[in-house]
């Protein structure tokens, strides 16, 4: 049974940074790759930032690109989000997600496994 448990939301003022994580437990990652979604009030869920697990290769929204950095520490299962400059129209609930599509990466479909999200508060 995969698990995906995200941390690390909270209120933060404009400009300011916070760090996402997200504990994957219940397999083997070696074939996956790891996503950051989130759904801002009213909008759609929308991709942020993906990862590879083995390879550690990296891709973003290009509206993130810059601003949120996606890594991954394989020893402890664990991916993570940094995110700066923080801006109130990135509040959102944040989404951590794991699929062995190699090809895509951007679209829900694309990932088997979702967490339960995370909040992320920014206030201007």
């Known amino acids: 049974q995969v698990q995906l448990v995200e941390s690390g939301g909270g209120l933060v003022q404009a400009g300011g940074s916070l760090r996402l994580s997200c504990a994957a437990s219940?397999?083997?990652?070696?074939?996956?790759?790891m996503g950051w979604f989130r759904r801002a009030p009213g909008k759609e869920r929308e991709f942020v930032a993906a990862?590879?697990?083995?390879?550690?290769?990296?891709y973003y929204a290009d509206s993130m690109k810059g601003r949120f950095t996606i890594s991954r520490d394989t020893a402890k299962n664990t991916v993570f989000l940094q995110m700066n400059s923080l801006q109130p129209e990135d509040t959102a609930v944040y989404y951590c997600?794991?699929?062995?599509?190699?090809?895509?990466?951007?679209?829900?479909?694309?990932?088997?496994?979702w967490g339960q999200g995370t909040q992320v508060t920014v206030s201007s």
């Open positions: 219940g397999r083997t990652f070696g074939n996956y790759r």
């Open positions: 990862i590879t697990w083995s390879g550690g290769s990296t």
């Open positions: 997600a794991a699929g062995t599509n190699l090809i895509r990466y951007s679209r829900d479909w694309d990932y088997d496994y």
